[in-house]
């Protein structure tokens, strides 16, 4: 069974940074594309940065400039750097792992709270 176990949240004032990681079990994570999205309260769940396996990056418009995704296949973890962090960065953080077909392989992790407050 894949499992997505996220870390790395927690509060942080304005202007600061926070690492999330997500490591993977349960399957081979070097075939997954990867990517971190965020929630608030009554709001749609955002993709904030993308990874595929072959390592092409997307950023949301949020998350340029501020945000890095990486992720280390030997360690079956993906990160999210976040730096210059403001208020509206706060969120639940999660991550997700896919590949085709979608029906079969698609996993989300249970979240990591980011609150950024001064």
């Known amino acids: 069974q894949v499992q997505l176990v996220e870390s790395g949240g927690g509060l942080v004032k304005p202007g600061g940074s926070l690492r999330l990681s997500c490591t993977v079990s349960?399957?081979?994570?070097?075939?997954?594309?990867m990517g971190w999205y965020r929630q608030t309260p009554g709001t749609l769940r955002d993709e904030v940065a993308t990874?595929?396996?072959?390592?092409?990056?997307n950023y949301s418009r949020v998350a340029e400039g501020r945000f890095t995704i990486s992720r280390d296949n030997a360690l079956r973890t993906v990160y999210l750097e976040m730096n210059n962090l403001k208020s509206e960065d706060t969120a639940v953080y999660y991550c997700?792992?896919?590949?085709?077909?979608?029906?079969?392989?698609?996993?989300w992790g249970q979240g990591t709270q980011v609150t950024v407050s001064s």
């Open positions: 997700h792992a896919w590949r085709q077909p979608l029906s079969r392989y698609d996993y």
């Open positions: 990874i595929t396996r072959l390592g092409i990056i």
């Open positions: 349960g399957s081979i994570f070097s075939s997954y594309d």
